[in-house]
């Protein structure tokens, strides 16, 4: 079991930045890649970003490619989501997910619970 805990959500102002943290503990061994996903209130949810567990694989969803970076810090077992020129349509529950071996924007079984970004106009 794999235990993901969020944190660094808020509001900002758009054309702000905001960073994200994902703290993963227990058997962090099947956390494999890690990544991150998205839901708006009364949208489908949103594959944001997603980082091998070397670090070496990266790939981005289209809407947040160029503004938003993941990076992943092996030995703190922390996935990190710095995300600039924040816009109002990027304001949703950010997740943190984990558990797949395969960089290709799927989510894995793990998730966090959430944490709110706001991006006020």
């Known amino acids: 079991q794999v235990r993901l805990v969020e944190s660094g959500g808020g509001t900002v102002q758009t054309g702000g930045s905001l960073g994200l943290s994902c703290l993963a503990s227990g058997h962090i061994e099947s956390a494999y890649t890690m990544g991150w996903f998205r839901q708006a209130p009364g949208k489908e949810r949103e594959f944001v970003a997603a980082i091998s567990r070397t670090g070496l694989s990266i790939i981005y969803g289209n809407a947040v490619k160029g503004r938003f970076t993941i990076s992943r810090d092996g030995a703190e077992n922390t996935a990190y989501l710095h995300m600039n020129s924040l816009k109002p349509e990027d304001s949703a529950v950010y997740y943190c997910?984990?558990?797949?071996?395969?960089?290709?924007?799927?989510?894995?079984?793990?998730w966090g619970q959430g944490t709110q970004v706001t991006v006020s106009s």
């Open positions: 997910n984990a558990g797949t071996i395969v960089v290709d924007g799927a989510p894995g079984i793990y």
